[in-house]
């Protein structure tokens, strides 16, 4: 019997030769990433468990990366960096990617880096990952955040863990994990213009429910996918947790390969290619013919509310969110100027580049000669530092943060109550584009109506 | 945690879904849960981001924790689907623990949140096949045998079967991934 790729990695990460889906085995993970919110927790149970004095596994297979309360107030999120800046300097850890501009001694909001092409901090980890040689294809990526499955777009198993688990990693490199039974989505046919990898990820939770995926590997292929570059992959990725998913992953091509070694760093270790065998055995396969999806938005309070842009034209909004892991790359910065280009937003209308780097494309990257920073503005939306910000809500003083019970269009990746702060505020998941629009027009808008381009704006 | 004695006390009761932005809103993640005097915050805080009109089911406005409390006065949470789905935040599972609530009876469990309970050794997550939230109101008095699988409505006389915590519950007897890493000679 075949195996599917994640059975094949999970394999040879236990020094097996197969596996079965729902055995408990202890493989060996290439790559432990955490940020400031478990960070701490799990230094401190790794030194509870191993030491104060104890050496980590491996300090060049440990990356941290704080994101999520970088610009507040919060004298214990300041703290926080504080902890991880001291652990890395006596850990000797290689990736550290330090808010440098920090005094963890300051009151208030830090002011942000002055220069992003020069800082040492990075912005979301999800993000900063691939853009700095972290994913690569065959290896086991665990992460201390939910959307670590956004990493299977490389072809890895990546997923979230809690605090001990991390902990019990940092120490030893090995954790048990279950084989997950795969569920294979394949998107036949050429990806409309007008649709984004959210839309069909959006599209799957919505026909499978929000835990239709529980505790399995979600496998995505065809054309439509194949076709997207690394950041609309991420995003199909990324959301798989929204239906319960232990994993995403998408089989590495050409376009993986290329990626990964544009961002290989010195030293990076070899990878391996693997791929689904033929007869590898599925739970079930789901398969959707994407020139029947349209632009596609999840309403409140669950991911799987889905629904038409079209469908709900009537329903009004106060503001308008651009950023995440999920929806502020380059790509989703890109679709959304494509947008708002020579028009006006009529909400609050929040622009967050997920990275520094991201940050650094709104400078440089073009749409009908202008740069992506220069349209925003114009169009008068309010451009904040890179970091999570407002996506999960966070402390009261976070940029983009509903804290009053708001409608909230947006291109994150969660929208139970309290997510983006107040816990009647109303938030709607969907595109860069369908957000860029509804912008506009202080309605849900379907992008169509502002957006008339030849091909899909994520393609490869 | 001993699996083996048996949990009573009162129950609070919630729906499907809760995911982990309501058992702990993610403004409170700032505190440490490896300091002592933080850790006892995440037990004011639990299930404190459910919408009031659901906060203990079926009549709603229970508060878990009491205003500037640090313990919880319900032993059980009784809850629907998916419970924990969302974040992989340990928060989760170590603020019901830490107000003293150390058993969940749902009808299911989101991955992350369920091997959470069960590596942390914070709570038995325990599961009944069909939904049964409706059948207890936030107050009821009840019993949990975990080893038994059985959950009591002591206040109404209802009895219902629990799955067996099978593998996941050799490690929770343990204390979590680490005791049972060492039991077992992998540490």
Same mark, same amino acid.
């Given at each position: ?16 030769s197969?596996? %079965?889906?729902g ?17 701490? +927790?799990?230094?401190? =149970? $790794? ?19 704080p994101?999520?309360?970088?610009? @507040? ?6 703290r926080?960096? +504080? ?17 440098? $501009? ?5 009151? +208030? ?7 992003a092409? %020069? ?67 394949? /998107? ?56 319960? +998913?232990?994993?995403?992953i ?22 391996? =290619? ?35 842009a ?20 380059t ?17 609050? %209308? ?5 990275? @520094?780097e ?39 003083? @976070? ?28 938030? /709607? ?32 | ?8 006390? &009162? ?22 849960p !490896?300091?002592?005097?933080e ?6 805080? *639990? ?5 009031? *009109?659901?906060s ?24 629907g ?6 974040? !992989? ?7 019901? *623990?830490? *107000?003293?609530?150390? #058993? ?30 409706? &059948?207890?109101?936030?107050g009821?008095?009840?019993e ?7 959950? &009591? ?14 593998? #996941? ?19």
């Open positions: 019997m075949g195996m599917t790729i994640t059975e094949k990695i999970m394999a040879r990460h236990a020094g097996r197969d596996v %079965t889906p055995e408990n085995i202890w493989c060996d993970i290439d790559v432990l990433m955490t940020h400031d919110i478990c960070g701490p +927790g799990t230094i401190g =149970i $790794f030194e509870e468990r191993f030491g104060r004095d104890a050496k980590v596994f491996d300090p060049e297979k440990i990356v941290i990366v994101d999520h309360y970088i610009f @507040t107030a919060d004298p214990r999120a300041r926080n960096i +504080g902890i991880l800046r001291d652990f890395a300097k006596r850990q000797g850890l290689r990736f550290f990617y330090d808010p440098d $501009f920090i005094d963890i001694d300051s009151d +208030g909001i830090p002011a942000p880096y002055a220069d092409t %020069t800082t040492s901090y990075r912005g979301v980890c999800h993000s900063a990952l691939p853009q700095n040689g972290h994913t690569r294809p065959g290896e086991i990526l665990l992460g201390t955040d939910s959307h670590t499955c956004t990493h299977g777009a490389f072809g890895e198993l990546a997923t979230g863990i809690g605090n001990t688990d991390a902990g019990f990693v940092m120490g030893t490199g090995k954790l048990w994990l279950k084989v997950p039974t795969t569920q294979k989505f394949v /998107f036949n046919g050429e990806l409309p213009p007008y649709l984004m990898a959210k839309d069909l990820i959006l599209h799957v939770i919505g026909e499978i429910g929000f835990d239709g995926a529980t505790y399995q590997a979600m496998e995505f292929t065809g054309d439509a996918v194949m076709s997207l570059n690394m950041e609309e992959r991420c995003t199909i990725c990324n959301m798989a947790i929204e239906a319960g +998913g232990k994993s995403g998408i089989a590495p091509d050409d376009v993986t390969i290329d990626y990964v070694n544009d961002r290989a760093r010195e030293n990076a270790p070899e990878f391996e =290619i693997v791929e689904s065998d033929s007869d590898a055995k599925y739970e079930a396969v789901c398969e959707f013919d994407v020139s029947k999806i349209e632009p596609t938005v999840a309403q409140p309070h669950c991911p799987d509310r889905r629904v038409l079209r469908e709900i034209s009537d329903v009004k909004i106060d503001r308008s969110y651009i950023g995440s892991c999920t929806g502020g790359k790509i989703d910065m890109i679709a959304a100027a494509t947008v708002l280009d020579g028009q006006s937003v009529k909400v609050d %209308t929040f622009i967050v580049p997920a990275t @520094t991201v940050d650094c494309d709104l400078d440089s990257c073009k749409v009908n000669g202008k740069t992506l920073r220069e349209i925003f503005v114009a169009a008068g939306c309010e451009v904040g530092p890179a970091s999570c910000a407002a996506c999960l809500g966070g402390p009261q003083d @976070t940029f983009g943060r509903a804290n009053k019970p708001v409608n909230v269009v947006s291109t994150t990746n969660r929208n139970f109550p309290g997510r983006m702060g107040h816990k009647e505020a109303g938030i /709607f998941l969907a595109s860069p584009l369908t957000a860029a629009a509804s912008a506009i027009t202080g309605y849900i808008t379907d992008p169509r109506e502002y957006y008339a381009p030849d091909k899909a704006v994520g393609l490869a | 945690m001993n699996t083996n004695t048996k949990i009573k006390g &009162k129950v609070y009761v919630a729906g499907d879904n809760i995911d982990t932005d309501q058992i702990i809103p993610a403004e409170f993640l700032s505190y440490n !490896s300091d002592a005097d850790r006892k915050f995440f037990g004011r805080y *639990a299930m404190s981001g459910v919408p009031i *009109a659901q203990g089911l079926p009549q709603g406005n229970v508060k878990f924790t009491p205003d500037d409390a640090f313990a919880s006065e319900f032993a059980v949470i009784v809850a689907a998916n419970f924990g789905c969302g974040s !992989s935040r340990e928060h989760a599972p170590l603020a019901i *623990a830490e *107000a003293g609530c150390t #058993a969940i009876v749902a009808e299911s469990y989101a991955r992350i949140f369920y091997r959470n309970c069960i590596n942390g050794g914070y709570c038995a997550p325990c599961e009944c096949e069909e939904k049964i939230y409706d &059948k207890f109101s936030t009821d008095e009840v949990l045998d975990i080893a038994a699988g059985v959950l &009591k409505n002591i206040t109404t006389g209802a009895e219902f079967q629990l799955r067996s915590l099978g593998d #996941a519950g050799k490690i929770l007897a343990a204390g979590g991934v680490f005791d049972y890493a060492k039991e077992t000679g992998m540490l």
